[in-house]
Structure formats: C-alpha cells, structure tokens
C-alpha cells in the first residue's frame, strides 16, 4: 500500500491539480459501505453499533479500504432505518452515543481509514423538530422549510405524483388540513429546497459534521432537491446544480472532502455536471443505469430481467467513455438498497467463489471509485426469504400490500421481493459459524442468512484463495497502478455472450483484463482481442488470450498488453 502524505491523512489534491493531472486521495482509494444495523452488535441487543464497527476496524483496515461510507446513525425514528431523520447533530442511542461517534473517527483515522456519512437532506423524519413546529403553526418559520398545499392534486395534473415507496406523494396532516409532499415515505417529508434558510441550516450541519473530522458525505438522492412539484418535476430540476455549486462554497471549499451524489436519474451526458472538477460541485455520481436496464417496465425491481451481458457491458462502457477526463463515476455491483451481487449476477451455488471474485475483477479494475457493499468481499448471498413476516423492509412491506391490492399474486410478489427486496442485503454480516454468525450474542433484528455455517469471514480468509484475499489484491493493485485509475477504457469482445473484456491505457502501459461471467467454459474467438501470454496480476498464474484458449467458468484475469 502506498505510504500517505506526511502532511495529513491523504496524498492532498487541490482541484487545480486534479484538473491539471493531479490525484485526489478518493481516486486511489476503495469505499466500503457500512448498514449499521447489520454489521456487528456490541452489546447483545440484536441491533449492530458503532462499538461494534470500531471492533472490525483492523479487519477493514487489512482489507485495505480508503474510507468507510456509513449509512445512517443519526437520531431516527427509524421508519426507513436511519433514512428518516430526527435530530442531524444526534447519534441514535440504538448504534450508541456520540463519544462512540467521535472515537470511531478517530480510530478509522488512525488507520488512514475516512468516515463519510451519509447526507440525507432531501427529506427528514415528521419526528424532526422542524416538522413538528412546521405542523403545529402555520406561521412558524419551519413551515417553508417543508412543501405544502392546501388540496390533493387533480388526479393526472403535473404535481399528482407517485412516492417512490408506492402511493400518492401528497399526504393530508390532520394537524393542519394541508397537504405535504413526500418523496418516500410519510414520516419522511421533504425539505423545502426553494427556502435559502433552509439551505443555511443544511450547511451549518454540514460543516459541523466536517470539523468533527469526518472525510466526506454520500448524499442521498441529492438529484431530487431541485424539485418543482407543482411543476410535475422531481429529478434534476433546474435549480439542482445551482443549489450543488452553493452547497460547495459554503461547505467544502477549502476542504479535502469526498462527495458521492447519489443521483437515479443522472445520465451519461448530465453526469459531469455533478462531477467535472472545474464546476466545484460534487467528487463523483453515484448512478444506476446498469442496475435499473434490468428491471420491468412496469413493475419495476419487482420483476427483474434475467442480465443480459452484452447489454450491460456496454453501459459500462458508455459511462466509461462519458466521465473519462470529464468528471468522475462509482463503480459498485450491491449497496443497501440492492440484491447481493453474486446472487443477482454471478452464481450462488457451485461457483459462488468464483463468481464473487469474476465480478470483483470485472469492476475494480475499470475507471471509478469502486464501493465493497459489507459482506460482498465474502460473497455473501440473498437472504433467502420465502415468507412475508421475514422481512423488515418499508419499501418491501409497502409494496406488498400496493401489489397484492392490485391483484399480483403473493407468489409473485415473493419470487420478486426474493430476487430485488432491499433486506436481501441487510441480513447480518456473517463473521463466523458460531450462533447468529457472531454478528450478535442476542438475537438478531432480521434473520441471518441459513447458509451462515458455511459461509463467513472466518471460513473465508482461512482459505488462501478465498474472496477476502481477492478484495485485498485488486485494492492494492488499484493503488499502485495509475493505469488502474485513469486509464482510457476501450471495450472489447462488446456482443460476447459472456465473456467480459476491456483494456485500459494509459501512455505506454496497456492493460488487458478477461472475465467469463458464465457457468459454462469459454473459448477466446480468433478476433478481437490482443493475443498477450504473461502473468494474471491477481494470482500470479500464467494466462494466455491465444484464439482457442478455453476458460473455465467465471475464470477472470488482468494482464500487461
Ligand atoms: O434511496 C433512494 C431510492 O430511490 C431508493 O429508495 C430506491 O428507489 C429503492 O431502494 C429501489 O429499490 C435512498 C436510500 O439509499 C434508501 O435506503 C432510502 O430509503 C431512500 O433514499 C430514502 O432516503
Ligand atoms: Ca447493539
């Protein structure tokens, strides 16, 4: 691994010297996300906290991550687990106090390890004091800080819009027979961007989150703020950008902070809006194309496609080719809010390992800052859930009920909440074969996965060709490879059925990397790719690109070309 700067935490970049060729520290370096409620339990409550995060800090640390994106722990009524916020400035007593808070910090720090929080300012909980006083006096100063209006929408206007966890996003408050907008769900009402107040106390937050010493924030849904309901628009509204570049000034400016905009409708071409350096915005999208190409027109996630790999290849390669020299991407095959990437892209059974490590080497080595959802550097899998009472989730459990009212069969619902429902990643983070895979001495919030005995870090890492080992290799590989983080991508082999090709360039070094995401062999066509014979950079194994050369299934390798 790279010696860091004497200076400070991370080799220092200014946005001058990254525009002139210069590095920021969130190039080199690999997030690892952390739910904390699933993670590891301290105190046998069943729930995970931070003592327990602060307990596995040498184990991310051997793993070899830049920064940890931790997903909520502030104060919440926990409707949405920690997406619905009561007090910014408050650790929720569940995930522990904020002395835990600030010795985490401290002790991530201590390992050249950053905390980026995540930043959910498009809504709030209806528990924050700011929606309670908004509520309560239609005078009081909080009441702009929220959207209202005084009847529902007509039914197909531009403001009758639907909430993303189902329903309309208008819901009547009894206290003051208005209407207030929601985006999710109805203990989370969204802010009102428009009101410059509002936004001041937002950056207040930020800063004091920020002298605090925290590395950064993943802004959640940052691409809805600029939204104009009566207009009928959500995503990416004309103020959006504007609002950003505000935010920037008054908050990261004169900080080396990592910003990660999580952006659903961000598109090939708006993408460098959010992220070219020179608009002094955010460091990077968070986007989701090649995971949303796969879902229904209609019933969305809830009836995924089967991947089609060509398909998918060249999304990546199109967001390659969009942010190269123009702004900056996020690679990441699972968050919270997705299926477990050997589950939803690899193979569960027979060839989880090595399916698990195909996709690794598929992403980590492309442009970008790649994210390790927790228990993804194990190939962990679904949850496996086949009843209703199993899961946990608002979004599932809402959903449910919607469907099964309009007529879908609960077996359907099932298959689909089996395949796409968020609990799928939020099982336990399993450790090791002891009770409740040493994630917890109680029992656990949401079931941990059946497949715990045999499936867990423990196991993993004893075996020198486990998952574990793979993270760490490409990690390292990522860090002292410039071709690695900046390297022009050209796609190769585009409408292969499975076999997953690219090379990366970067003056006089050229690498090449293979991956066979099938279960089946594959055999090198005669065309279409540079025919190299050297040494896989993650195992050390000769490997050969001559025509004919068959691959085993889910074998992947990176190559000097
Ligand atoms: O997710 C945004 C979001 O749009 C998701 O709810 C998405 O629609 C859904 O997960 C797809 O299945 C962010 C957070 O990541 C998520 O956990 C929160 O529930 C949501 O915002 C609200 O804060
Ligand atoms: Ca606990």
Redesign the pocket.
Known sequence: MTVMAATGLYPTASLAGIAAGGEAWWQSAVGYQIYPASFADSNGDGIGDIPGIIGKLDYLAELGIGFIWLSPVYASPMV?NG?DISDYRAINPIFGTMADMDRLITQARARNIGIVMDL?V??TSDQHPWFRAARADRQSPYRDYYIWREQPPAKGSPADIEA?FGGSAWRRDPQSGDYYFHL?APQ?PDLNWTNPVLRAEVHAMMNWWLDKGISGFRM??IDLIGKQPEAGIVADGPELHHYLREMHEATLAERDAVTVG?A?SATPANAPLYSAPERRELSMVFQFDHITQFWDEKLG?WKPKSIDWPKLKATFATWQAALHGKGWNSLFWGN??LPRAVSRYGDEGEYRVASAKALATALHLMEGTPYIYQGEEIGMTNAGFTRIDQYRDV?TLDFHRIQLADGVAEADFLAGARANS?DNARTPMQWSAAPAAGFTSGTPWIAVNANFPHLNVEQDRADPTGVFQHYQSLIALRREHAVIRHGQFRALLPDHPALFAYERKLGSECLLVVVNMSRQDAVIPSAGLPTVQGRDLLTGRAVSTKAGTTLEPYAAFAVWC
């Open positions: 949405d997406y959910v498009n809504h993303s999710f989370q959640d849904v999580e659903w996630k919270h809010d979004e968020r």
